[in-house]
C-alpha cells in the first residue's frame, strides 16, 4: 500500500468522500443564510502536514488534470490543478484543485478537504469592503458566534487583480468566498 493510501489521500478516496463533504459545505452555508447553490464553486482544496504526502498527492492527482498555476503564497507553494473532467457534486461543477503544501509550524487537525471556495462576484478590492458588500446583497447573511470568520487578500507573485477572501469555518468544514475566479487570476499574473 502506498503512503497516499495509507493515509487515506489518495484521489480515488478523496473523491468517494467528496459528496459528504459538499453536503456539509451546503448546510454551513444555509446557517449562514447563503444559498450557494447559486454561486460557481470555484475550486475545492485539501490539507496535508506532511511535505512528502504533498508531493506524492501533487503527482497523483496530475492524472486529474493540468497544473493551472504553482505559486509561492504565505511563504509556501500553492499547486492549483485544472481537472480534465470537472467533479460534479450537487448543483456544482468543480474545476480546480488547490493543494497548497504544508506551511511550516502548522498543522491541520485533520488532513482531508478543508474548503470549497465559490465566486460571489463584486467590484470590491479589500477584504472588509467585499464582507460589507456581501452583507447589504444579502440580508440573511448572518455570520453567528459559532462559526470563526477570517478576512484576508491572499496574493501569489504577479498576481495582478485583487482577490479578497472571507472564510467561515465550523467543525472542521470551511466555506470561502471570494469575487474572482482562479482562472481569472491566473490569467491576470500572465497579463
Not at 487537525?109 to 447589504?136: G, M, T
Not at 455570520?143 to 498576481?159: A, F, R, V
Request: aromatic letters at 8%.
Amino acid at each position: 500500500m502506498t503512503p497516499l493510501f495509507a493515509a487515506g489521500l489518495h484521489p480515488q478516496q478523496m473523491l468517494e468522500r467528496v459528496e459528504a463533504f459538499a453536503q456539509k459545505i451546503e448546510a454551513l452555508g444555509l446557517e449562514i443564510g447563503l444559498d450557494l447553490t447559486q454561486f460557481q464553486a470555484d475550486h475545492i482544496a485539501l490539507r496535508i502536514n506532511d511535505a512528502q504526502l504533498a508531493k506524492l498527492a501533487h503527482q497523483a492527482w496530475l492524472e486529474q488534470g493540468q497544473i493551472l498555476s504553482e505559486a509561492q503564497i504565505n511563504g509556501r507553494p500553492i499547486v492549483v490543478i485544472a481537472f480534465n473532467t470537472p467533479i460534479q457534486v450537487g448543483t456544482w461543477s468543480i474545476e480546480c484543485l488547490e493543494l497548497p503544501y504544508p506551511a511550516a509550524g502548522k498543522t491541520y487537525p485533520a488532513q482531508d478537504w478543508e474548503h470549497i471556495e465559490f465566486v460571489v462576484p463584486s467590484d470590491k478590492e479589500h477584504a472588509s469592503d467585499y464582507l460589507a458588500d456581501l452583507q447589504q446583497r444579502f440580508t440573511r447573511f448572518l455570520p453567528n458566534d459559532d462559526l470563526k470568520m477570517k478576512l484576508s487578500s491572499p496574493k501569489g507573485e504577479g498576481e495582478r487583480l485583487a482577490n479578497p477572501t472571507i472564510a467561515f469555518k465550523k467543525d472542521g468544514v470551511c466555506i470561502k468566498l471570494h469575487p474572482h475566479s482562479l482562472k481569472r487570476i491566473v490569467e491576470s499574473e500572465q497579463a
